[in-house]
T-cell receptor
């Protein structure tokens, strides 16, 4: 049972345009959500996060939107740059006291075309 | 500030052997978590340590174990290796009170 789903295994976007990566979750106990970017043979790099008490968080070119009623979050990258080409993972953290456990989606490979 | 470091970066073992992987968290971070990444299963949580105690555990067999030292460094051990244990093993650290985890580069384990 996959609690965090990224239904698009890949996405191709033209440089300068907006990239939108989507993520759905099923567990209503998740209260904190994160996006990571990963290059081959490297560990995931933290990009941006959002708490369940918010519906939007912005950091430079990256914005994460959370729709709790739909159990859906999305990452917007604008404008997209060639260096953004990587695999993007969304992750969710359950509502636990003092324990760290991230549940990851399967990832979306983003390719930015010049 | 130095990031999370993991050693070794690459490892080749044969079935039945055991392996120990090491992780040094970011200075000041006391929580260390371990994840396994495989093409089929994606990133899966193994376990988490805080103040030398295992606080949370994923759904992995008892062959997978870990520990944390007083300086927050952590080791992960896999005994009786199987072919399916071939994966990228990632370590992540976080500071107390934060849900954001920062990952190391990983150890690529190949079991032959």
């Amino acid at each position: 049972d996959q609690q965090v789903k990224q239904n698009s295994p890949s996405l191709s976007v033209q440089e300068g345009r907006i990239s939108i990566l989507n993520c759905d979750y099923t567990n209503s106990m998740f209260d904190y959500f994160l996006w990571y970017k990963k290059y081959p043979a490297e560990g995931p790099t933290f990009l941006i996060s959002i708490s369940s008490i918010k519906d939007k968080n912005e950091d430079g070119r990256f914005t994460v939107f959370l729709n709790k009623s739909a159990k859906h979050l999305s990452l917007h990258i604008v404008p997209s740059q060639p260096g953004d080409s990587a695999v993007y993972f969304c992750a969710a953290s359950p509502l636990t006291q003092g324990a760290q456990k991230l549940v990851f989606g399967q990832g979306t490979r983003l390719t930015i075309n010049p | 500030k130095a990031g999370v470091t993991q050693t070794p970066r690459y490892l080749i073992k044969t079935r039945g052997q055991q392996v120990t992987l090491s992780c040094s968290p970011i200075s000041g971070h006391r929580s260390v978590s371990w994840y396994q990444q495989t093409p089929g299963q994606g990133l899966q949580f193994l376990f988490e340590y805080f103040s030398e105690t295992q606080r949370n555990k994923g759904n992995f067999p008892g062959r997978f174990s870990g520990r944390q030292f007083s300086n927050s460094r952590s080791e992960m051990n896999v005994s009786t290796l199987e072919l399916g244990d071939s994966a990228l093993y990632l370590c992540a650290s976080s500071r107390q009170g934060s849900d954001t985890q920062y990952f190391g580069p990983g150890t690529r384990l190949t079991v032959l």
